[in-house]
């Protein structure tokens, strides 16, 4: 096992997970992906084969589709001033 490119702290592990991908102004979801995977600060590494075979894949009409929720969580930029107070936070 590698020490993760990013944080320098962590271990990259195996994993398998789902790897969602903005493609054609459409988010797809794509299940089952091999991927190494920080265990300290969640980054996430796709080796070239796997990227390959995803860009492959969007390129075939979809095998399965479902319909998924999205929101936009977008928030205004915020200064030190901007502090919620502890009952709207605790109800996050």
């Known amino acids: 096992m590698t ?13 398998v997970i ?14 089952h992906v091999p991927a190494d995977v920080c265990d300290t600060c969640g980054e996430t590494l796709l080796t070239a084969e796997v990227v390959e075979r995803l860009e492959r894949t969007l390129a075939l009409p979809p095998s399965s589709s ?8 977008h928030l205004p930029e915020r200064n030190s001033s901007d502090v919620l107070p502890s009952t709207v936070a605790a109800r996050w």
């Open 3 to 15: 020490t993760c490119p990013v944080c320098n702290l962590g271990t990259m592990e195996p994993r």
């Open 18 to 31: 789902e790897h969602p991908i903005r493609h054609n102004g459409r988010w797809v979801l794509a299940e």
């Open 66 to 73: 479902r319909r998924i929720e999205v929101f936009d969580l």
